[in-house]
């Protein structure tokens, strides 16, 4: 040991820092503000020691860090799709090819994941496995092994390769339409396959058929494909947040090993939060697109919403949580028929049924979507009034949970001042003259005041 230490004494401090650091010292030099020295003899032994220390306090502060990002961003707030080891635990693929069905009406939806992120399912000799279909099946469709080779002419390999959106229009008119018949692809005549993939990786493809040709439109389109991509990205998450919980344990790990984990780690979340809000905005221009409001109506309502929580001083994430609310307040629409939704004469028993359930609808839908919960009392009492005569639940007061206040005061004006199938829009002196009429008894008192204040 004496030895050793004195032969450190004969190299150089720079050396001898990076002995003990096993880093660069220059990095730790800079974290100490100590930047500005211009010669190395101005660094004593005491501050080597100094920065040594910091080389640990790094460290955990670095472990620190990423256990409170892993608690954060757990993907319990987010998507739990992937690490399954039985095939009982991929009936989850199952309700999300179905939540895709019901939100985009179309017959058939199938999900395809690449060997290594179908882990319990990769005994097939296919790169790319069914791991979750719309369809019922008797049997365990896993048993047949279903899928394809990343080498073969199929449309999911294509989509995979390219990471490209695969649209065919006219199945008929395609003479090597890989049919497969337990997923009734004889009978397909529109075809859409969506690459899975984030800026990280490629995970899968989600395919989409319906038996007549009937297109999605491009807001549908659009929605799909940012649906894949958070899948995507999620699953990408959940894999890194195990490396590094693996990382945070090991008693050997570096400091610049955690710094590059955090650095994807935070890339990746960010990319998440962005790609989530992407979502939601597409999911609501594609209700939009269904009803016979103007474009970007949701998201007038949802920035008006905005508006009022900030002056309000809510917080970020109660401002987002209520924001995606007032965004997807009318989600069920998306279940509906869009000739219902714009029907102008006499609704029957049936259809005023099916109008009166889409809020209920729209919470399945949202439940189903694990980092969208939050939101769901929002959604679900924005149809209370202040004097209780409302609907769910007739809650009355400050009962109502204050998101949903919000929602309905700023659903209520937009609406006002927006053009509708059956008049025109008015003013906003108008709708503020209404909105006030109505204070204590529809919106609540406080509430109106802000707004007559904001719009004044």
Same mark, same amino acid.
């Given at each position: 040991?004496?030895d050793?230490?004195?032969?450190?004494?004969n190299? @150089?401090?720079?050396?001898?820092?990076?002995?003990?650091?096993?880093? $660069?010292?220059?990095?730790e030099i800079?974290?100490l503000n100590l930047g500005?020295?211009?010669?190395?003899?101005?660094?004593?032994?005491?501050?080597?020691q100094?920065i040594?220390?910091?080389k &640990?306090?790094?460290?955990s =502060?670095l472990?620190?860090?990423?256990k409170?990002?892993? =608690?954060?961003?757990?993907?319990?707030?987010?998507?739990?799709?992937l690490?399954f080891?039985?095939?009982?635990? #991929?009936?989850i693929?199952?309700?999300?090819a179905?939540?895709?069905k019901?939100?985009?009406?179309?017959?058939? !939806?199938?999900?395809?994941? /690449?060997?290594e992120?179908?882990?319990?399912?990769d005994?097939t000799?296919?790169?790319?496995?069914?791991v979750?279909?719309?369809?019922r099946f008797?049997?365990?469709?896993?048993?047949?092994?279903?899928?394809?080779k990343f080498?073969?002419?199929?449309?999911v390999?294509?989509?995979?390769?390219?990471?490209?959106?695969?649209?065919?229009?006219? !199945?008929?008119?395609?003479?090597?339409?890989?049919?497969?018949?337990?997923?009734n692809?004889?009978?397909?005549?529109?075809?859409?396959?969506?690459?899975?993939?984030?800026?990280?990786?490629?995970v899968?493809?989600?395919v989409v058929?319906?038996?007549?040709k009937?297109?999605? =439109?491009?807001?549908?389109?659009?929605?799909?494909?940012?649906t894949?991509?958070l899948?995507?990205? /999620?699953?990408?998450l959940?894999?890194? +947040?195990d490396?590094t919980?693996?990382?945070?344990s090991? $008693?050997?790990?570096?400091?610049?090993q955690l710094?590059n984990?955090?650095?994807?780690?935070?890339?990746?979340?960010g990319?998440?939060? /962005?790609?989530?809000?992407?979502?939601?905005?597409h999911?609501?221009?594609a209700?939009?697109a269904?009803?016979s409001?103007?474009d970007n109506?949701?998201?007038?309502?949802a920035?008006?919403?905005?508006?009022?929580s900030?002056e309000?001083?809510?917080n970020?994430?109660t401002?987002d949580l209520i924001?995606?609310?007032?965004?997807?307040?009318?989600?069920?629409?998306?279940?509906?028929p869009?000739?219902?939704?714009?029907?102008?004469e006499?609704l029957?028993?049936?259809?005023w049924?099916?109008?009166?359930?889409?809020?209920? &609808?729209? &919470?399945?839908?949202?439940?189903?979507i694990?980092?969208?919960?939050?939101?769901v009392? #929002? %959604?679900?009492?924005?149809?209370?009034?202040?004097d209780?005569k409302?609907?769910?639940?007739?809650?009355k007061?400050? =009962?109502i949970?204050?998101? @949903?206040?919000?929602?309905?005061?700023?659903?209520?004006y937009?609406?006002?001042? +927006? $053009?509708r +199938?059956?008049?025109?829009a008015?003013?906003?002196?108008?709708?503020?003259?209404? %909105?006030? @009429?109505?204070?204590?008894?529809?919106w609540?008192?406080?509430?109106?005041?802000l707004?007559?204040e904001?719009?004044k």
């Amino acid at each position: 040991m004496a030895d050793n230490k004195k032969e450190n004494k004969n190299v @150089s401090v720079f050396a001898r820092s990076e002995i003990s650091l096993e880093s $660069d010292p220059l990095e730790e030099i800079f974290a100490l503000n100590l930047g500005d020295f211009i010669s190395e003899h101005l660094i004593s032994d005491e501050l080597i020691q100094k920065i040594s220390k910091t080389k &640990v306090d790094k460290l955990s =502060s670095l472990k620190n860090q990423l256990k409170e990002l892993i =608690s954060i961003y757990s993907i319990d707030n987010t998507l739990k799709i992937l690490g399954f080891s039985s095939r009982e635990d #991929y009936v989850i693929y199952n309700a999300i090819a179905k939540t895709i069905k019901q939100m985009l009406e179309i017959d058939a !939806c199938h999900v395809f994941l /690449s060997k290594e992120n179908a882990m319990g399912l990769d005994t097939t000799d296919n790169d790319l496995i069914l791991v979750g279909s719309s369809l019922r099946f008797n049997d365990d469709i896993y048993d047949a092994e279903i899928g394809y080779k990343f080498d073969d002419d199929s449309y999911v390999s294509k989509a995979y390769k390219t990471t490209k959106t695969i649209e065919i229009k006219d !199945c008929d008119k395609e003479e090597n339409f890989p049919s497969i018949l337990m997923l009734n692809e004889d009978k397909v005549k529109y075809y859409i396959a969506v690459p899975m993939y984030n800026n990280f990786e490629k995970v899968g493809v989600i395919v989409v058929e319906n038996y007549k040709k009937k297109k999605l =439109s491009k807001e549908f389109i659009q929605l799909l494909s940012i649906t894949a991509r958070l899948f995507a990205t /999620s699953m990408t998450l959940e894999k890194l +947040t195990d490396i590094t919980e693996n990382l945070i344990s090991q $008693d050997d790990v570096t400091v610049l090993q955690l710094q590059n984990n955090r650095a994807e780690l935070t890339s990746l979340i960010g990319d998440l939060s /962005s790609e989530q809000q992407s979502f939601v905005e597409h999911l609501a221009k594609a209700v939009d697109a269904k009803s016979s409001f103007k474009d970007n109506y949701s998201q007038n309502v949802a920035d008006l919403v905005r508006e009022i929580s900030t002056e309000l001083g809510l917080n970020e994430k109660t401002k987002d949580l209520i924001y995606y609310a007032a965004l997807l307040r009318n989600i069920g629409k998306i279940t509906l028929p869009e000739e219902l939704i714009n029907k102008k004469e006499k609704l029957s028993e049936e259809d005023w049924e099916k109008l009166q359930n889409h809020p209920n &609808v729209g &919470v399945s839908i949202l439940m189903s979507i694990n980092f969208l919960s939050e939101v769901v009392p #929002y %959604i679900n009492y924005h149809k209370e009034r202040w004097d209780g005569k409302g609907e769910p639940e007739g809650l009355k007061g400050r =009962s109502i949970p204050l998101g @949903s206040r919000i929602i309905a005061i700023a659903d209520a004006y937009t609406a006002i001042t +927006t $053009d509708r +199938t059956y008049r025109e829009a008015m003013s906003k002196d108008k709708a503020l003259e209404i %909105i006030k @009429s109505e204070s204590g008894i529809k919106w609540d008192p406080e509430l109106v005041e802000l707004l007559l204040e904001m719009k004044k």
